[in-house]
């Protein structure tokens, strides 16, 4: 009896966790910001079968950090080189063709720090008791 070869391939897709560049702020023309970081935090499955994403960015020069908010991301981790915020209150709906696919991801963030942005989006939207 034949045996069946395991599938090796990888679906490509962008990943909940990972980090991606945008190289397109369809919401700001002439965004000097660009291209900016951001996370991808929708599901998997929704990730591949839409053609969005649900992404918060992540920046580096925020003046007034806001622990609710804010969430630390340490240089080094998912890829990013800089240590940096990610912006739970600016979770935006973005079309996939606006990833930068040249690059690919940066790398994917552990769980603990997509658990702490899911936390932060929570605190924003006034559903979070643990604040």
Known sequence: MPTEKAQTTTEKYPKRGEVWLISNNPSVSNDPHLPRPVVIISTNPRNKSWESVLVVPLSTSLSNTHPKFHKLIQAGVGGVSRACHARC???SNLEKFNLDSTTGP???LPD???WEIVRGIRASI???PDY
Do not use: A, F, K, R
């Open 106 to 108: 940066l790398g994917t």
């Open 126 to 128: 006034g559903d979070n």
């Open 112 to 114: 603990n720090y997509i």
């Open 89 to 91: 209150e600016l979770v």
